[in-house]
């Protein structure tokens, strides 16, 4: 699986401990901004996964709140990287997901 569906905040846990980067999207079903990102979420995802670096994560916001919260999630799509448990930088357009690849290469 390219892109884990994180179903809780131990799941969030487990993905942040077993990889060095670790890029988040914050979305919502009813989030048409965030159904748009998600192919090209997916797309790079696919294309740029690399175990124990670079992993990919989804967290649907209306059923996490408390990680959204956790992470100051306003807007969506909303895209956080994350480095060794460290938030360094987040986006919110399609853009700047390449750029949170780049920094995490």
Same mark, same amino acid.
Not at 11 to 39: C, H, K, R, Y
Not at 63 to 86: C, D, K, R, W
Not at 91 to 102: K, V, Y
């Given at each position: ?20 980067? %670790? ?56 895209? %956080?990287?994350?480095?060794?448990? /460290? %938030? /360094? ?17």
């Amino acid at each position: 699986m390219t892109i884990k569906r994180i179903s809780s905040t131990g799941d969030l846990n487990n993905i942040l401990q077993e990889n060095t980067n %670790v890029i988040i999207n914050f979305g919502a079903a009813w989030s048409a901004p965030s159904n748009v990102m998600n192919s090209e979420f997916q797309k790079l995802a696919h294309a740029n996964t690399n175990a124990g670096n670079l992993a990919f994560a989804e967290v649907n916001t209306d059923e996490h709140s408390e990680i959204a919260a956790a992470y100051n999630i306003s807007g969506m799509p909303t895209f %956080v990287l994350v480095n060794n448990g /460290q %938030v /360094q930088e987040t986006t919110r357009d399609a853009s700047g997901i390449q750029g949170l690849i780049n920094r995490a290469a």
